[in-house]
């Protein structure tokens, strides 16, 4: 046995080892991730920042089975948005079947080496070490790609897989991702998302989380932001057995923009994560989050949002609010808002509500003529549309209010 | 048209209305006057069925059929309607499309069909004129921002549309100008006839002024301790309500 296994392991993580140690070749900075990751192991409650998405308890007994079965994949909601489409099947990258549009240019990496502030992050180090290859796309200068990008990750064994994907947007260019995590699997994804986005550019980012209730997936998406640029992002969840959606994006140039919003709609016992950092390195930036979390039965609901505001980063702008809808007794919200900050010339709040339905907002619409489901549906449509409303493209955002009303038509 | 009987109704366990009867014919207008605490929101409440104002003895009929076997939405649909006295600001609901919504499900309800996206537009813009409100109030969240005034407006907007057959207004003159208590006399007296009722409810006289009551009674202590003409707004105007505080 060599020095990277760790003590009384679960089964899931002896198929790790073997998993890491039947790759062809191993670089440094897999090496060095493995390493890292079992000396970390898999994040547990007793750490802080995952002190509500406990990965090693909820895997304990996962046994991976090794039965990827490529099931037909049905259309996507976006189909009409008639996007470039990337699939990763389990990880495995099949690039669009069609030419390149002028300015665009991909195709199949090696994987990222380790992305330093993403080195205490154990799932993060794991997916360095395990992932076989990177989806690489790069938006040329002054590109204005006018229809979208879709990467749809289709989830559909039981085992785990790792995925990857290496982005950059050039100088004054923009783009607009999608991205799908799909499947009715058991399984366990890990997907991690490295984006440049070069001065000038803008960046779009929708993404829309439907998967099973037993699955677990763990995405990152580590953003370098340079001078002027903007990144927007809006993600929905449906949620998962444990799934956790973390964005760490990095201002290092002046006077650049990020909207990172997020809205999860969470059943029966079903579990999602989003969790942030935006660090502020740079003066005269600004950031603007907005979380929406509804959660029944016994959904649980978990937002961790933090700016970090560098001595030199004076004129932040940076605000966060968080609101949860519980619509049942069972049901759990968990938000951590934080701010830690060096500057002392900045304009940095946030703010956290928890609370059930208004009963006399209810009452009201009742007596307009709604019933009550019809009520609380239109209630509830109006607490996460504030997050959908964001949404510049109309297309676009028409396809994520649509979700979220056959997620309430589902109740 | 409303008939309400030896009606008994607790909030939080205590008694409110100690055995309320009332009977409202169709075609008249009965304006319910009382001090603070008397029961009046208690019972519009109760009779349009928000959950939390049950009754513990009594009914209350509207056109013969018994409320209290129905849900709030239903006796919508019946045609009873709340003019709220606190209306409710609702973000995130655009106000036009709540009210085609709350109009189509009332129709629906009633086994009629959607109005027209067209038709909507018209009768609503209609409606928005007779009320004062302007059309880009219309674009707005539904009361998000309104003065207390503009919630009254939309109130009876909401009014003038659904045309219900029995309308409860809860203290819709609190807060208005001059001007906006002729515009809810406008609205009343537009929708007055032999099919309908209305029971206002208010603190003053002053509303009677633009609205003439068939009927006036005096709530007080969760009963109805007098009732008469329209004399006896202008009567309690000037005597207040201290003798029937005491009388209950």
């Not at chain 2, 109005?115 to 409100?133: M, Q, Y």
Request: hydrophobic share 40%; aromatic share 8%; charged share 25%.
């Amino acid at each position: 046995m060599s020095k990277t296994n760790v003590e009384n392991p679960t089964a899931l993580e002896t198929a790790f080892d073997a998993a890491f140690k039947s790759r062809s070749s191993i670089n440094e900075a897999q090496a060095a991730a493995y390493d890292r990751f079992t000396q970390l192991r898999l994040p547990n409650r007793r750490i802080e920042n995952w002190k509500w998405s406990d990965f090693a308890t909820t895997l304990r007994n996962f046994e991976p089975a090794n039965d990827v079965t490529e099931l037909p994949v049905g259309a996507s909601p976006f189909d009409h948005l008639k996007p470039l489409e990337f699939r990763l099947y389990d990880g495995r990258i099949e690039l669009p079947h069609e030419d390149m549009p002028d300015g665009v240019r991909y195709g199949i990496m090696d994987a990222v080496a380790t992305i330093p502030e993403l080195e205490n992050n154990a799932l993060a180090n794991l997916n360095v070490a395990l992932a076989r290859k990177s989806l690489g796309i790069e938006i040329g200068e002054n590109v204005q790609l006018d229809r979208p990008i879709l990467i749809r990750h289709i989830i559909s064994g039981s085992g785990f897989s790792f995925a990857q994907t290496m982005m950059r947007i050039s100088a004054n260019a923009r783009v607009q991702i999608i991205e799908t995590y799909e499947g009715q699997s058991a399984g366990l994804y890990s997907h991690l998302f490295h984006l440049v986005v070069r001065d000038e550019a803008k960046f779009n980012r929708a993404v829309l989380q439907q998967t099973g209730p037993e699955n677990t997936t763990h995405a990152i998406c580590a953003a370098k932001i340079e001078g002027n640029a903007e990144f927007n992002q809006t993600s929905l969840s449906t949620g998962g057995r444990l799934c956790r959606h973390e964005t760490h994006a990095h201002f290092w140039s002046p006077n650049s923009k990020a909207t990172i919003n997020s809205a999860s709609l969470l059943s029966d016992e079903r579990h999602a994560d989003f969790t942030s950092e935006t660090r502020h390195l740079a003066p005269h930036c600004q950031t603007r989050q907005l979380h929406k979390g509804v959660a029944r039965n016994r959904g649980r609901n978990v937002f961790q949002g933090k700016f970090y505001v560098e001595r030199e980063a004076q004129k932040t702008d940076a605000k966060m609010t968080a609101n949860a809808l519980l619509l049942s007794d069972t049901a759990e919200a968990n938000h951590k808002p934080e701010l830690e900050i060096y500057a002392d010339d900045v304009e940095c709040a946030h703010g956290s509500t928890v609370g059930a339905l208004d009963k006399d907002a209810l009452f009201y619409l009742q007596q307009r003529g709604l019933s009550e489901e019809e009520a609380r549906a239109l209630l509830v449509d109006a607490f996460v549309g504030e997050v959908m409303s964001e949404i510049a493209d109309e297309k676009l955002r028409s396809v994520f209010e649509t979700q979220v009303q056959n997620w309430l038509a589902s109740s | 048209m409303l008939k309400i009987d030896n009606l008994k109704v607790s909030v939080g366990g205590n008694e409110i209305l100690k055995g309320l009867s009332l009977d409202v014919p169709a075609g008249e207008v009965h304006a319910i006057m009382g001090p603070n605490g008397s029961g009046k929101s208690t019972l519009s409440y109760t009779i349009a069925g928000r959950d939390d104002y049950e009754a513990n003895s009594g009914e209350v009929l509207l056109n013969g059929d018994p409320l209290f076997e129905m849900d709030a939405n239903e006796r919508a649909a019946k045609g009873l309607f709340l003019s709220f006295q606190h209306p409710m600001e609702i973000p995130g609901v655009q106000t036009m499309t709540f009210i085609r919504t709350a109009l189509n499900a009332q129709r629906k309800a009633r086994g009629e069909e959607d109005i027209s996206a067209a038709d909507f537009i018209k009768l609503v813009r209609e409606k928005a004129k007779l009320v004062g409100l302007d059309d880009q109030k219309l674009k707005r969240q539904f009361n998000v921002g309104f003065s207390g005034g503009e919630k009254k407006r939309m109130e009876m907007l909401q009014m003038a549309m659904f045309e219900p057959h029995f309308a409860i207004m809860d203290e819709t003159d609190s807060g208005l100008d001059i001007d906006a208590l002729k515009m809810v006399g406008d609205v009343v007296n537009a929708l007055r006839g032999p099919e309908r009722g209305f029971l206002v409810i208010t603190h003053y006289q002053r509303l009677l002024d633009y609205i003439k009551p068939d009927a006036v009674h005096v709530l007080a202590g969760g009963q109805i301790v007098k009732s008469g003409g329209p004399e006896l707004a202008i009567e309690l105007e000037k005597s207040g309500y201290e003798q029937f505080i005491e009388a209950a």
